[in-house]
T-cell receptor
């Protein structure tokens, strides 16, 4: 059974640019969540999508957005990149309706470096 | 105040000993709790979940939950060098997860 697939694994972008990250959840999983992980802040919740709808949202500025497609694949977009956006971005999937009881399976992450 | 608190460590544990990790949470509405292990440069992997007060054992791992004290712990018995990692505690409340900053565990031969 394939795991959660995130692409690309590494990205280097310049301040002011925008970036799109992709996540393919485990087959059959309909909930996809995104997290930002930095050494100083730990894992910070960005948003969760379920059946193409944003179900939960964290405390990030509007520069961070996401969407989910009908096949449950999700994308996350960050516009007007800042140096502080450098982080590991993790996607996590869970079977529909059971996020609270089963927990997540995380992807390998996308390491974003903003220069 | 962080909603989920963990000692950052490092927690140094001799090989074969018991590692004891602690986690406190502030949201009394939290319904389920999870322990994730994260190796350096890797993504977190789920090792234990617990929803009811008491102990839950899975192999060398035991999770303990005390909702009255808002306290979750993880015991790792017979610690192995491969257990050296950062352990993240997470509390779930109405579909939202809060993660602690993690405790680094170093198992010394």
């Amino acid at each position: 059974k394939a795991g959660v697939t995130q692409t690309p694994r590494y990205l280097i972008k310049t301040r002011g640019q925008q970036v799109t990250l992709s996540c393919s959840p485990i087959s059959g999983h309909r909930s996809v969540s995104w997290y930002q992980q930095t050494p100083g802040q730990g894992l910070q919740f960005l948003f969760e999508y379920f059946s193409e709808t944003q179900r939960n949202k964290g405390n990030f500025p509007g520069r961070f957005s996401g969407r989910q497609f009908s096949n449950s694949r999700s994308e996350m977009n960050v516009s007007t990149l800042e140096l502080g956006d450098s982080a590991l971005y993790l996607c996590a999937s869970s079977p529909s309706g059971t996020v609270g009881t089963i927990g997540y399976t995380f992807g390998s992450g996308t390491r974003l470096t903003v220069v | 105040q962080k909603e989920v608190e963990q000692n950052s460590g490092p927690l140094s544990v001799p090989e074969g000993a018991i590692a004891s990790l602690n986690c406190t949470y502030s949201d009394r509405g939290s319904q389920s709790f999870f322990w994730y292990r994260q190796y350096s440069g890797k993504s977190p992997e789920l090792i234990m979940s617990i929803y009811s007060n008491g102990d839950k054992e899975d192999g060398r791992f035991t999770a303990q939950l005390n909702k009255a004290s808002q306290y979750v712990s993880l015991l790792i018995r017979d610690s192995q060098p491969s257990d050296s990692a950062t352990y993240l505690c997470a509390a779930q409340s109405w579909g939202k997860f809060q993660f602690g900053a993690g405790t680094q565990v170093v198992v010394t031969p």
